[in-house]
Nanobody, 114 residues
């Protein structure tokens, strides 16, 4: 059974940093594509960043240069490092992995105060 559990969210002031973690069980991260999405209040879920199985990364324009997606295969954990946070980054963040389907974590709240 594949499970993803996010951690590291909470409240941070604008301009601050936060690192989200996503521990994966039931499968190994190596050779899997990973992604982060988020959903702000009253808005649709949106893609934030992804890493292909090749290791190449892609970012939404709104976070490029501020966020970094990564993974540690030995720990079977993926990360989203978020710097220079803005109030507009306030959302529930979801990690996901792609196998035959996409598996999602339960989501974690990130709140950026102005």
């Amino acid at each position: 059974q594949v499970q993803l559990v996010e951690s590291g969210g909470g409240l941070v002031q604008a301009g601050g940093s936060m690192r989200l973690s996503c521990a994966v069980s039931g499968t190994t991260l190596s050779n899997l594509a990973i992604r982060w999405h988020r959903q702000a209040p009253g808005k649709q879920r949106e893609w934030v960043a992804d890493m292909r199985s090749s290791g190449s990364t892609n970012y939404a324009a709104s976070v490029k240069g501020r966020f970094t997606i990564s993974k540690d295969n030995a720990k079977n954990t993926m990360y989203l490092q978020m710097n220079s946070l803005e109030p507009e980054d306030t959302a529930v963040y979801y990690c996901g992995i792609t196998r035959s389907t996409i598996y999602w974590g339960q989501g974690i709240q990130v709140t950026v105060s102005s």
